[in-house]
């Protein structure tokens, strides 16, 4: 839809030679309706911070190629609030009209498939629906080529 200056309508109700008393109303109920509702200042954004959820079925975490979605909560919340938020949304995805034809049995399943509102409901904000691939570190920089040796054998005998 186009958006238009309030000015500019009522130089165009002007030019159709509209009564000054009607035009005065008009543009007085166009800024009453374009003035932003309370509602919308009363609640600021909720602050959130990211959690990356790693799947590791076999217990083995640095020596196996990891993947994993990553997915907001609020600021304030734990951590480890994320898994129940998870279930939570899948739960309810499942009670849902959908969700009864097409259940989801995994956390994969829940953050690929699953709608937005079962998770905002939740407070979870899912940002990558798919698997992401996940590194490990030993978060230390070499510091010359030979350092850079050592860390390459390292890892090829891991």
Request: charged share 30%; hydrophobic share 40%; no cysteine.
């Amino acid at each position: 839809m186009a958006k238009i200056e309030i000015s500019q309508v009522a130089e165009i109700l002007k030019k159709h030679k509209i009564e000054p008393s009607l035009l005065r109303q008009i543009v007085e109920e166009l800024n009453t309706a374009t003035q932003p509702s309370a509602d919308d200042e009363a609640k600021p954004p909720v602050k959130k911070q990211f959690i990356i959820l790693l799947s590791d079925p076999a217990g083995k975490l640095p020596r196996q190629d990891l993947v994993g979605w990553v997915v907001q909560i609020p600021e304030d919340a734990s951590p480890h609030s994320t898994a129940d938020r998870i279930f939570k949304g899948a739960y309810d995805f499942n009670a849902s009209k959908r969700g009864r034809l097409l259940p989801v049995k995994s956390v994969g399943e829940a953050l690929e498939s699953a709608s937005v509102k079962h998770f905002k409901e939740a407070e979870l904000w899912v940002k990558t629906k798919m698997p992401v691939a996940v590194m490990v570190t030993d978060n230390v920089l070499p510091r010359d080529e030979l350092t850079v040796e050592k860390v390459d054998r390292r890892r090829r005998d891991d």
